[in-house]
């Protein structure tokens, strides 16, 4: 799971000309849901989002001090495929994302655990799957993007690494010593190999 959480003075969403849910002072966060991610994701996710000291202590006079709760703020979630698309090529790619039923079914499970790590009153959240006007006014700004999985959502360069592994070696360039770029040492002018 993705999140990009906003620090806000107010949000709001909007369905069809009707304000459906609104904050004051608080977190705005946008939730993306992978197509493998399980509870142990949302747990993860949920505590990251709630431990997130991104406000002042005024009286101290002391910055990244205060996590939501701290403040009693409100939360703001949307749920928001987009955030696992791959744009590598231009053109999203949303293969990442969870399909529509099972994503809906964890993400309300995600609310729930919000209010139950909180406090339920101070949840808020937008339609899912509908077309939103999504409104917000980010203090700072102050934008995080949150993973509950390091570096997992990456698509990594497969066919540059199996070049690399099934690529025989030639035992003329083991000769020299080479650079991390795979340059002989000694081509380059000012560096010698060292023994």
Not at 30 to 51: A, C, F, M, P, Y
Not at 149 to 162: G, L, M, N, S
Not at 170 to 183: C, R, Y
Request: charged share 25%; with cysteine.
């Amino acid at each position: 799971m993705r999140a990009i959480v906003q620090r806000v003075s107010s949000a709001s969403v909007t369905v069809d000309s009707e304000v459906i849910s609104s904050i004051s002072r608080g977190l705005m966060v946008l939730v993306g849901i992978g197509r493998d991610d399980t509870r142990t994701d949302l747990e993860s996710l949920t505590k990251q989002i709630l431990s997130l000291k991104v406000f002042s202590d005024e009286s101290a006079g002391v910055m990244w001090k205060k996590t939501v709760k701290d403040i009693d703020g409100e939360v703001l979630c949307v749920s928001q495929f987009t955030l696992l698309a791959n744009t590598s090529k231009g053109k999203p790619d949303f293969h990442r994302a969870m399909a529509s039923g099972p994503s809906q079914d964890l993400y309300g499970t995600f609310l729930t655990r919000m209010g139950e790590m909180y406090k339920p009153e101070k949840i808020k959240d937008g339609r899912f799957g509908a077309m939103m006007d999504v409104r917000l006014t980010n203090e700072g700004p102050v934008t995080f993007t949150l993973d509950s999985r390091k570096f997992e959502y990456i698509d990594p360069p497969v066919a540059a690494a199996a070049r690399k592994v099934s690529a025989p070696v030639k035992q003329s360039s083991l000769t020299q010593p080479e650079n991390a770029l795979g340059i002989a040492a000694q081509s380059i002018p000012g560096t010698q190999a060292q023994e």
